[in-house]
């Protein structure tokens, strides 16, 4: 069993910065792809960012490219999501997602899933 608790999500304004953080618990964390997804209200859960197990390979959506960056810390289980620049559309709940290949941007490819953290950017 796999466990994933996400957290650092708030209210921000545009322009601001948060960082989010995911800790896994359970089975070996270094051998995931690990990823960060999103979703606005009446919305898909969408792909924000992903990671190879190593950290040697990251993938970003279009939109965030630039502004997020997705890292991980294997000895501390844990992956984080630095966001700057935030901009409204950027509201959403943020998920983070462990799974088989950081290359495979779909949702499918994700097996372990965190319980969200919201993040609000206001305009």
């Known amino acids: 069993q796999v466990h994933l608790v996400d957290s650092g999500g708030g209210l921000v304004q545009a322009g601001g910065s948060l960082r989010l953080s995911c800790v896994v618990s359970?089975?070996?964390?270094?051998?995931?792809?690990m990823g960060w997804f999103r979703q606005a209200p009446g919305k898909e859960r969408e792909f924000v960012a992903a990671?190879?197990?190593?950290?040697?390979?990251?993938y970003y959506a279009d939109s965030v490219k630039g502004r997020f960056t997705i890292s991980r810390d294997n000895a501390k289980n844990t992956v984080y999501l630095q966001m700057n620049s935030l901009r409204p559309e950027d509201t959403a709940v943020y998920y983070c997602?462990?799974?088989?290949?950081?290359?495979?941007?779909?949702?499918?490819?994700?097996?372990?899933w965190g319980q969200g953290t919201q993040v609000t950017v206001s305009s």
């Open positions: 997602a462990a799974g088989g290949y950081a290359s495979d941007s779909r949702v499918r490819n994700y097996y372990y």
């Open positions: 359970g089975r070996t964390f270094s051998s995931y792809a």
């Open positions: 990671i190879s197990w190593s950290a040697g390979s990251t």
